[in-house]
């Protein structure tokens, strides 16, 4: 039986572990932390369990929401969420990707026109920058269109981007045509990937071909927010045999007779192949003393606000995407009343994120900002009345990492030096993936 270690603990690394126990291998999972699921892990404020941003599951392929649902069994509550995309003079209910339908009739045609050419165009030179991707997928009308979201998003201009910055976007689809029109070029399947219509009344109406098991469109954990993913995945883990090495630093990899050998300081542990499921960068660090990638990536910064609130100030939505570069915030979001952390007094939690970065007015004295973002979030519609006084701020200094035009051909000359040294016996997945179901499509296609 092959046996594999995979190092890092998030959501990526359960994902795999899972997949490598259902293909019959042996598995250990290494996390330094104390807990499953990095990130995804909920904190405690106001006897509520807190998450870092908005978290839900997505119900678009039933193999994937087989996985969730073993993970969590029974513990899961069904979410109709309703949502919105916030432009810069106007807000649209079942969109969470730009929409660009206030464009005169002249510059609609020109769009179309364009597009059609994108999508009809034979393969061309591969893409160099993030606009390229926007330019080959969408023509140049709407790619100069999303210009203004993505330096909201990712701090950084388009061209100033990889093309693999491209799948951390929302930007596969857009909206620029009446929707009579859009119903009608949908029917094209590359016409399809390209263009979006909100969604009304059928939330599972774009994925029945792929979504027969349950009845939903999202879902999440039952109790203790996204921590109860984590502690249930730990648990489901371990039922299905694999091997959990929690709170373990790696500190060395070595080749020994045909097999790897991994030294936890002073514990070794001997396996045929190692995965690592963190950015790659650090295991060139651990090797080598040394990371490449250092500068070839942009971390994005965030500030979380938290709102302790009664549940009845808390308006309909369960999240926007505001791709307005005339607001802060980014995405606000009720996970503390989609979620039901809701105290016995009624009292819950939203998180407003604002995108920004570390030499910004708001990242050094985000207090002084709580305000505003509270009153862009009422005048959107997510809370309403005056800004609470119980409310905390977490500042994360990374979260989105898109890199850089040049990452890539530095990370495969990493990855190919991995692969000389170890006789390709240690492995590391791709980091560019941000939703869960990009991730876990991510890992499969990479098994594949």
């Not at 999972?29 to 369990?49: C, F, P, R, T, V």
């Not at 997928?137 to 998003?153: C, E, N, Y």
């Not at 080749?255 to 991994?262: E, F, Q």
Request: hydrophobic residues 40%.
């Amino acid at each position: 039986m092959m046996h594999w270690a995979v190092v890092g603990g998030g959501f990526r690394g359960i994902v795999t572990a899972i997949l490598l126990r259902q293909r019959g291998c042996a598995v250990t999972l290494i996390e330094k932390a104390a807990h499953l699921g990095g990130l995804l892990y909920s904190g405690d404020w106001e006897g509520l369990y807190i998450d870092r941003g908005a978290h839900l599951f997505d119900n678009v392929d039933d193999h994937i929401t087989q996985m969730m649902h073993d993970i969590l069994g029974q513990e899961i509550v069904p979410v109709d969420v309703r949502y919105a995309a916030v432009m810069a003079d106007r807000k649209v209910d079942g969109l969470a990707v730009p929409d660009f339908t206030s464009l005169s009739e002249e510059t609609k045609r020109r769009a179309l026109f364009e597009l059609m050419n994108a999508v009809a165009a034979p393969e061309g030179p591969a893409a160099v920058t993030l606009k390229d991707v926007y330019d080959q997928r969408f023509g140049k009308t709407l790619s100069d269109l999303l210009d203004g979201p993505t330096r909201k998003m990712l701090r950084a201009e388009p061209r100033d981007l990889a093309p693999e910055s491209f799948i951390s976007t929302p930007f596969q689809r857009l909206r620029f045509l009446d929707d009579s029109v859009t119903e009608i070029l949908k029917k094209s399947p590359d016409l399809d990937d390209v263009i979006a219509l909100p969604v009304k009344n059928d939330p599972l109406r774009h994925y029945k071909n792929s979504v027969s098991l349950y009845p939903h469109r999202n879902y999440y954990p039952l109790k203790k927010g996204m921590r109860q993913f984590c502690e249930q995945a730990a648990d489901y883990l371990r039922k299905i045999g694999v091997d959990l090495r929690i709170e373990t630093g790696l500190s060395g990899i070595a080749k020994h007779d045909g097999k790897l050998t991994l030294d936890f300081g002073g514990e070794a542990l001997a396996c045929d192949r190692l995965l690592w499921a963190s950015p790659v960068g650090g295991l060139a660090g651990l090797l080598w003393g040394e990371n490449p990638l250092m500068g070839w990536a942009t971390p994005v910064p965030m500030l979380m606000y938290y709102y302790l609130v009664p549940q009845d100030r808390v308006g309909p939505y369960a999240y926007m995407h505001d791709f307005s570069e005339q607001h802060l915030l980014f995405r606000p979001s009720a996970i503390g009343r989609y979620g039901g952390q809701i105290r016995e007094d009624g009292m819950t939690y939203v998180c407003l994120e604002v995108v920004t970065d570390r030499d910004s007015a708001e990242w050094n004295d985000p207090d002084a900002f709580a305000e505003r973002v509270w009153q862009e979030a009422a005048d959107l519609g997510v809370v309403e009345g005056p800004c609470p006084e119980t409310r905390m701020v977490h500042a994360m200094p990374v979260t989105y990492v898109p890199p850089k035009p040049g990452f890539t051909q530095r990370r495969d000359a990493l990855m190919t030096r991995l692969q000389q040294e170890f006789d390709g016996r240690v492995h590391a997945l791709e980091q560019h993936a941000f939703s869960k179901t990009d991730i876990q499509e991510a890992i499969e296609l990479w098994m594949q």
